[in-house]
Structures are given as structure tokens and as C-alpha cells.
């Protein structure tokens, strides 16, 4: 069964810095990988969505990159800002248009 | 844009009570899915359908049922509401064709059971 692991679980940064955010998975054979935002009390918000023959994707100041065979991705922030403060959350799927799979999520707070 | 709704963002409900949790989409995407969201567990899947009429348990069905009548909307429903399914419940859509299985989500309920 497949297990997704996020670390840290919370950063806390200031204003301007660059960072990565690391999500782990246990089952490498997935179909494509989803990066989303959930501010509190809301629903997710999708930022990237690779799929598995990707090795990246980019939207902004967000880079995403994957690794199936070590069963790893990434999350890159660059340029930080505190708008950017939520919780960030991995999820893999098996299957197209199958369920996702979630980690438990980084809490990023970025400082003034 | 794709927009994913749902009917309500807070809702309070005594112990016993059925419970109705709508959900619609407007991309016309053939998967919609059921999430509750609980602090310390995540995200875990009650729910999905892969067409009208079509559904299949997730990983945590019991004390729960859905409707797909309707290839836009996605019912959730809770037949004897208990106050361990207080949570945040999460609606999801994603198209059926493959390479654009992005999921979608709405703002969530937020549900209090008393």
C-alpha cells in the first residue's frame, strides 16, 4: 500500500528565502504526482501536477521535481513571500484518474 | 476554470440525523471523488465514481453512501450521522482522459456533529 511521507512537517522562514519542501513515497510504480496548497480552514488548491515520464514542471516561482525510481519529489520555492504561508501537500497517484494519495503535509510560515 | 462546489462550507447536525453532502462540478469530468480531512490522519479517500451511476468504496466507506445520478453532482451521505464523522469533508473531480487526471477540489464542509 502506498505510504507518502512529507518532510518537515513545519518551516518556519524568512521573507526572501529559497526553499524545498520533500515528499517520499513508497510505491515508485505511480502514474502521476500532484503538489497542492491549503490554506486554513479551505479546500486545496492545485499547483503542479507531473506526470510520471516528467522529471519536472514549473509555474512561477514553484519548480516540482521527480524522481519515481527513488520514489522522491520536490518541491522548489524560490523568492519566498509571506502570501506563500499554507500548508503544502504531496500526493501521488497509482492509477489514471484514480485516487490520490496524501502525505500529511509541511506547514510553511514565512516571516516579514 | 474549473470549479468544483459544494453545498454547504459549515453545517451542524445532531447524532442519528441523515446527512447530505452535494457536490458539483461544471468541466464535465467523468471521476469525482469524496475526501474527509482530519488533523494528525490527513486526507483519506470515503468515496469515488467513474461515471453516472458508478461508484467505488475508498478506504474508509463504512457509516457512509454516495449518489451519482448526474454526471455534475456527487452526493455524499451520511445514513445515521455519529460524532466521529465530524471532520472536514473534501470534493474532488478529475477528467477521464489520460495525461489530464489533475484533481480539482471545492472549498469543503466543515461538519459538526452533536
Known amino acids: 500500500k502506498q505510504e507518502v511521507t512529507q518532510i518537515p512537517a513545519a518551516l518556519s522562514v524568512p521573507e526572501g528565502e529559497n526553499l524545498v519542501l520533500n515528499c517520499s513515497f513508497t510505491d515508485s510504480a505511480i502514474y502521476n504526482l500532484q503538489w497542492f496548497r491549503q490554506d486554513p480552514g479551505k479546500g486545496l488548491t492545485s499547483l503542479l501536477l507531473i506526470q510520471s515520464s516528467q522529471r519536472e514542471q514549473t509555474s512561477g516561482r514553484l519548480n516540482a521535481s521527480l524522481d519515481k525510481s527513488s520514489g522522491r519529489s520536490t518541491l522548489y520555492i524560490a523568492a519566498s513571500q509571506p502570501g506563500d504561508s499554507a500548508t503544502y501537500l504531496c500526493a501521488p497517484s497509482n492509477q489514471a484518474g484514480t485516487a490520490l494519495i496524501f502525505g500529511k503535509g509541511t506547514t510553511l510560515s514565512v516571516s516579514s | 476554470d474549473v470549479k468544483v462546489t459544494q453545498s454547504s462550507r459549515y453545517l451542524v447536525k445532531r447524532t442519528g440525523e441523515k446527512v447530505f453532502l452535494e457536490c458539483v462540478q461544471d468541466m464535465d469530468h467523468e471521476n469525482m471523488f469524496w475526501y474527509r480531512q482530519d488533523p494528525g490522519l490527513g486526507l483519506r479517500l470515503i468515496y469515488f465514481s467513474y461515471d453516472v451511476k458508478m461508484k467505488e468504496k475508498g478506504d474508509i466507506p463504512e457509516g457512509y453512501s454516495v449518489s451519482r445520478e448526474k454526471k455534475e453532482r456527487f452526493s455524499l451521505i451520511l445514513e445515521s450521522a455519529s460524532t466521529n464523522q465530524t471532520s472536514m469533508y473534501l470534493c474532488?473531480?478529475?477528467?477521464?482522459?489520460?495525461?489530464?487526471?489533475?484533481?480539482?477540489f471545492g472549498p469543503g464542509t466543515r461538519l459538526t456533529v452533536l
Open positions: 474532488a473531480s478529475s477528467s477521464g482522459l489520460a495525461g489530464y487526471n489533475e484533481q480539482f
